[in-house]
């Protein structure tokens, strides 16, 4: 299983960026498919995007669609969520896992690995 650490988070004012690394410790994230999920308070866990490992195709949430961009960088075995025009319902842990697949899961239960995650806070 590939260890994952994520980092990046902090407090931002609406409108603001942030970038949160997802980085593998020990691996290669060469076949693994990354997703990015976030948890607010009392809500469940949900899908912000995923990378595929085959092709580098990307999904996103209807809700981050046009701010979020998430990338990878295998040759540094880290993928990145670039989360531009912060909003307060952003505010959330944010939490990126990986799968052993050429493409993107379509559940949380298709990860195998998970990092501990990072707290995003947008407020002003």
């Known amino acids: 299983q590939v260890q994952l650490v994520e980092s990046g988070g902090g407090l931002v004012q609406p409108g603001g960026s942030l970038r949160l690394s997802c980085a593998a410790s020990?691996?290669?994230?060469?076949?693994?498919?990354i997703g990015w999920f976030r948890q607010a308070p009392g809500k469940e866990r949900l899908g912000v995007s995923c990378i595929s490992s085959s092709d580098g195709s990307s999904y996103y949430a209807d809700s981050v669609k046009g701010r979020f961009t998430i990338s990878r960088d295998n040759a540094k075995n880290t993928v990145y969520l670039q989360m531009n025009s912060l909003k307060s319902e952003d505010t959330a842990v944010y939490y990126c896992a990986s799968a052993y697949a050429r493409g993107c899961p379509n559940r949380p239960g298709g990860f195998g690995s998970w990092g501990q995650g990072t707290q995003v806070t947008v407020s002003s």
């Open positions: 020990e691996s290669t994230l060469d076949y693994y498919a």
